[in-house]
């Protein structure tokens, strides 16, 4: 499918449905397939035929006018309503759901991440396959063969059951690998940053440019699958490990759930989530207040957040006023173009090292050049002489050992 139109229904007429198309329209793009016309229908109920009759006849005629090749529905169709679009329009049907998948399936890059994908897509189609029980087979059974009495239908339903119990076995064991992983992690005195939001809002980019490492980012929708850590200088000896993670989205069908473990565990165990929104986009508001009910969700709501602006670049003047106006505790960047990510690093620093206990110190020359090398040792400020004079926020765990190389000078 390269040219399709796309349709969307909505029972409300609160709901704002060509916005909702917008966003099905980035989703398509990013796969490759573009929008040649877009259709929407308020209704009362759900209909067999997902639109009206007089609706689908409109869309028939787009079919031939822009010579469409494909449908995308914005909603997850049920088999009934697949087939019967198919059969009405002639030309072949995607829904959301599809959409995603193909989405993820693009960004997986991980064993774990490829295998939670093809988790997902199987029991979606699990869930979609259609055929006649009726139609029973007269082949004598034996291996990889149908047994008497069964359907292809069943063949192909045990097939994939099959496949999604190894799956499952795989993904157990690759989660307690990363579990081990993540424990050790759990010993380090480094604070765990997430980089959290909406899909295509930049948080690759940003993390591309905390870290100095090259995370793949692309203008496009779900370029991060797999969580991605990585060691970050915040300044006056403090670091941090930042992750970058997967791109929240509306509509998230349950089947991709767990395409979503692993990296949202990251955003769980963290001490301080940025959330990061596109300053640019015209749904800034409905996405940020997605991303907040997903945090929500996954229980992260009492993680710290830094509100992250991003994109500030592609920002007029009156778009900035209006962007400082509604949200005044906002920090403003770009990452892209590198714009105030000092004053994001040191608004960072100053959260992860809230609970530190700040003290004078005094060390000789030789416990300075260890203690200054500690992690959860943050220095505000420092006097080089005979002995080594330096203001400290220290971590509350390792007070007592760098008690043990100075001379404390005050409180």
Sequence with gaps: MKRAILISVSYSKKENVEKNLLELEELARSIGISSVAKFWQFLDKPLNTYMGKGKLEKVANYIKLYEADGIVADDELSVVQKTKLEELLKVKVLDRTEIILRNFSRSARTSE??????????????????????????????????????????????????????????????????????????????????????????????????????????????????????????????????????????????????????????????????????????????????????????????????LVINKIDLCDKSCLEKLSREYPKAIFISAKKGIYLDELMSHIREVVTQKYVEKDFEFSNESWARISKMSGVRILSVEHGNYVKARLKIHPTILNRVLEESDVLSS
């Excluded at 799956?167 to 157990?172: D, E, F, S």
């Excluded at 986009?281 to 945090?295: A, G, N, Q």
Aim: charged fraction near 30%; proline fraction near 3%; glycine fraction near 8%.
């Design 113 to 306: 991440g490829k295998a939670e994908v093809e988790l997902a897509t199987l029991e979606y189609r699990l869930s979609h396959l259609k055929g006649s029980n009726s139609r029973l087979s007269r082949t004598g059974g034996g291996i990889g063969t149908r047994g008497p009495g069964e359907s292809k239908l069943e063949v192909d339903r045990r097939a994939i059951r099959e496949r999604i119990r190894n799956l499952k076995k795989r993904i157990l064991k690759l989660s307690k690998n990363r579990d081990i992983k993540k424990r050790k992690r759990n010993y380090s005195l480094l604070p765990k940053v997430s980089i959290a939001g909406y899909t295509n809002a930049g948080k690759s980019m940003l993390l591309n440019k905390l870290s100095g490492f090259e995370v793949p980012s692309e203008d496009k929708l779900f370029t991060t699958l797999d969580p991605t850590t990585k060691k970050v200088w915040l300044g006056e000896n403090v670091f941090a490990l930042m992750s970058d993670t997967v791109g929240f989205i509306s509509k998230l069908p349950t089947q991709l759930v767990n395409a979503f473990h692993s990296t949202l565990e990251e955003v769980v165990d963290s001490d301080l989530i940025l959330l990061v929104v596109d300053g640019s986009d015209e749904l800034i508001e409905r996405k940020l207040e997605i991303s907040k009910r997903v945090l929500k969700e996954i229980g992260a709501e009492d993680i710290p957040q830094i």
